[in-house]
DNA sequence: GACACTCATAACTATCTGGTTATGAGAAAA
DNA sequence: TTTTCTCATAACCAGATAGTTATGAGTGTC
């Protein structure tokens, strides 16, 4: 529930399986580790594997039910990530804002 | 100038030494490798290796002047980031409106 | 021209990582 | 109970990667 940092999510979503497997349980909704593994080129352990991370990420949940494990998106997961892209645009628009007061001036 | 895939973008800021160096671009704008050295915790060489990378995914510009490089941050490069993010929660979103949907039909 | 400075590249190394196969644990089915 | 099914973990391997030192290329300075 508490914020993950957006290290452990750039890190998570850099490998192109785990982002594939992350977008569709966003896309697809609530989905088994077999049914990911079909469609997914890789073996189960490897999805296995991937979802562990995505989940110690915060971006997934999983969901135990007799012998199958159920794992869905966490919404909330990316907004550290909105929160840094927002953070950075922020600085380089301060700075735009900087650079028109300095034109401004010289204008004057 | 043309935008860059999200899987370059997530790859070259999974690394906290290359996401360090372009947030100080962010905040404190165009900077000589000499300087964003200083303050980086590792050699000049790995500075230079980080900055090839991060130029690759369109995340800086490089400028020379005489005999040092400046580097900046470009602003548009997280726009993909953005847009991947925005959809990642447009799915979910619409999967809760099924949800919703669903919800009041089985009210009536 | 000789020297100093700034950065990029080369070559190398240790560690990380994403994949594999083999196997074990737990739950349903027979 | 035995078997089957589903998933997670263990053990291992090959390639990627992030760092290092050494050096070269290009530019200003003396």
Same mark, same amino acid.
């Given at each position: ?6 290290? #452990? ?10 982002? &594939? ?29 991937? #979802? ?24 909330? &997961? @990316? &907004?550290? @990530? ?11 628009? &301060? ?6 007061? #300095? ?6």
């Amino acid at each position: 529930m508490t914020d993950v940092s957006p290290d #452990l999510l750039f890190k998570a979503l850099a490998d192109p399986s785990r982002r &594939a497997l992350f977008e569709r349980l966003c896309m697809d909704g609530e989905q088994t580790v077999g049914a990911l593994t079909a469609g997914a080129g890789i073996s189960q352990p490897a999805v296995s594997k991937h #979802l562990g991370l995505l989940k110690q990420a915060g971006l997934v949940l999983d969901r135990h039910e007799g012998r199958q494990t159920h794992y869905s998106a966490q919404q909330r &997961a @990316l &907004a550290p @990530l909105v929160d840094w892209t927002g953070r950075m645009n922020r600085f380089w628009e &301060a700075r735009f804002d900087d650079l028109e007061d #300095l034109l401004k001036r010289m204008d004057q």
